[in-house]
């Protein structure tokens, strides 16, 4: 079973147009407005892959509302904690040359019972056959190290966890031990204390000493340099597919949830790297942050070329 976290959910409003204009009058050509929030956008593409998950954290007011019937008309299971206060309205605007400006909201403040409320949620649905997907931001009230207590909590009651944050919260969830990371280039090097560009070996020596404290699967997004997958006696990387790109906005989504996906099938290790870059591309290809369809990513599977590292 997989379930996943969304602490601060949003509906994602994408915007086209031809050339931003800073302090002048923009007239926008399309728009679209999606549920979103990182676990969300999981769960609709674990939903289009053909798997199952049951989608929680919380949500609030009308926008709240407008998720949770997204969900239901999808069929995608969901238990969330209703908060006070409005769910946050993420803006994204796209220029004709590929710029992208985002205008991200707070979200409602989170009380300690709301969030104890989710922790028993999430307590009581763990067990060895889950696996939970932390991914994406928090909002005001919850603490930095809120996702290395759930990895604690629902490891003891033995289930896997997927992680895929950034900053402190990245930090501060190593350090319990989860089972598989989804981290991009930028997140790798942040941790690793660069302020330059790193080198596919150098980001690959990062990704070993994870994989090395235990982290069973270390899976780095690199966009444009494709991606690398580290487990134990399988260390590969994949450049990435040619395709048409609308955003980028969801593709380490996209990964993530054909991680997830592929660890609730048992899938094996190269299907399992095929189904993650082959979901990856075919997500920028949509418009908003809408899953790619299965048909789609059947295809970009064929395409996908795996290399060993070190080879």
Known sequence: ??????????????????????????????????AGGK??????????????????????????????????????KNDFIWVDGETRTNTKVFEENGGVTELNEPGPVISEEQLEELL??????????????????????????IYARIIKMVKAKGASVLLDADGDMFRLALEAGPDIIKPNRVELEEYA????????????????KL????????????????????????EVKCPALKVKTHSTVGAGD????????????????????????ATSAGAVTTIGTKPPSMEVVEELKRQVIIEKIGE
């Open 120 to 145: 028993k949620k999430l307590e009581s649905y763990a067990s060895e056959d889950t696996i939970v997907v932390l991914a994406g931001s928090i909002p005001s009230g919850v603490p930095k190290d």
């Open 39 to 76: 676990g969300i956008n999981v769960s609709k593409t674990i939903c289009e892959l053909g798997g199952v998950s049951l989608a929680t954290g919380f949500l609030g007011g009308s926008t709240g509302k407008i998720i949770e019937n997204v969900l239901n008309e999808k069929k995608i």
């Open 193 to 208: 204390g660069m302020d330059y560009r790193a080198s596919q070996e150098e980001l690959q020596s990062i990704a070993r």
């Open 211 to 234: 994989h090395d404290k235990g982290i069973k699967t270390v899976a780095v997004s690199m966009g444009q340099s494709g991606a690398m997958i580290l487990k134990d006696g399988y």
């Open 254 to 277: 996209a990964m993530v949830a054909a991680l997830a996906y592929a660890w609730d099938e048992k899938l094996d290790d190269e299907e399992t790297v095929k189904l993650c870059i």
């Open 1 to 34: 079973m997989i379930i996943t976290v969304t602490m601060n959910p949003a509906i994602d409003k994408t915007v086209d147009v031809d050339l931003l204009e800073i302090e002048g009058l923009n007239r926008i050509k399309r728009v679209e407005l999606d």
